[in-house]
């Protein structure tokens, strides 16, 4: 009797460890981007312009506004055709900062969404109340940084991943061991019909919870997708202007990579169903 209690409490652990790790699985098919792309600077974007900057590699700050180019605090001269490419690139990134912002939102209310659900259902009294009022202040300060950071203009993919991924992941620990703990009380109380309970209850949510999140995640998708072109037409740009470095090479603002060289690895590890997740 006791190995079967033992038994159904690792199956409880489990099932609510894939309910509320749900809340960090959240992957959007970029299959509208024609590649993978992503940037090697952190953005500013301001009223007098887009700052592109960086602390490792060469040029290490790049500003535009208007058609006009400065590297490294020296300006650049560009014909009247790369400068028009310029003024719809800068255009472009204005565009997709707000959108970017509205996803990253949206994705942090999901996870969030998810482990309160987790904690409504197994956790009692007064630690429901804790965990709630946790979960609560986390989000809050979640949402803080994504208004500070890309809502306010400022992009920098390793902030927005400490804040999207970070708040979420961490608070998905320390939930699953909190309420995974009643599993165990039960298991050692050698009570197997708390043991059941707690796990039909486990297995009632982790079913509700994939249909709630595919059903959410498809909407985010669906506004995730609507980038996909703007990111798009930014590469078509950059592939397009005939702005040079002192050093002769090409100005690139924008990382442009065939989607192959990420998604045989990820199929590898993952397999086909994990699709590449678009970085500004």
Not at 131 to 136: A, G, I, P, T, V
Not at 240 to 250: C, I, S
Request: net charge negative; hydrophobic share 40%; charged share 25%.
């Amino acid at each position: 009797m006791r190995h079967s209690i033992i038994a159904g409490t690792a199956a409880i652990a489990f099932a609510l460890t894939a309910s509320a790790a749900q809340a960090t699985g959240i992957n959007f098919s970029t299959d509208t981007c024609k590649h993978d792309y992503s940037t090697p600077y952190d953005v500013d974007v301001t009223p007098a312009g887009l700052s592109f900057h960086r602390t490792d590699g060469t040029p290490a700050q790049v500003f535009l506004h208007d058609g006009a180019l400065r590297v490294d605090g020296k300006a650049v001269a560009v014909s009247a055709k790369d400068a028009d490419a310029l003024r719809r690139y800068e255009a472009g990134v204005r565009a997709l900062m707000p959108q970017v912002a509205a996803i990253a939102r949206e994705g942090v209310e999901l996870g969030f969404s998810a482990m309160t659900t987790v904690t409504l259902s197994f956790a009692d009294g007064d630690q429901r109340a804790r965990m709630l009022e946790k979960l609560k202040r986390k989000q809050v300060d979640a949402l803080r940084e994504i208004d500070e950071g890309v809502g306010a203009g400022h992009w920098s993919a390793d902030r927005m991943t400490e804040t999207v991924a970070g708040s979420v992941s961490d608070s998905v620990g320390e939930l699953v061991g909190s309420v995974t703990s009643s599993a165990v009380t039960a298991a050692l109380s050698g009570d197997a019909s708390k043991v059941a309970a707690l796990k039909a209850r486990a297995d009632s949510l982790d079913k509700s919870m994939d249909r709630e999140m595919n059903k959410r995640s498809k909407a985010l998708e669906a506004k995730t997708d609507a980038i996909c072109p703007q990111l798009n037409d930014l590469a078509g740009l950059q592939q397009g202007w005939n702005v040079r470095l002192g050093n002769g090479k090409p100005l690139e603002l924008m990382t442009i990579k065939p989607k192959s060289e990420h998604h045989d690895h990820d199929s590898d590890r993952h397999g086909d169903s994990d699709q590449k997740v678009v970085s500004f």
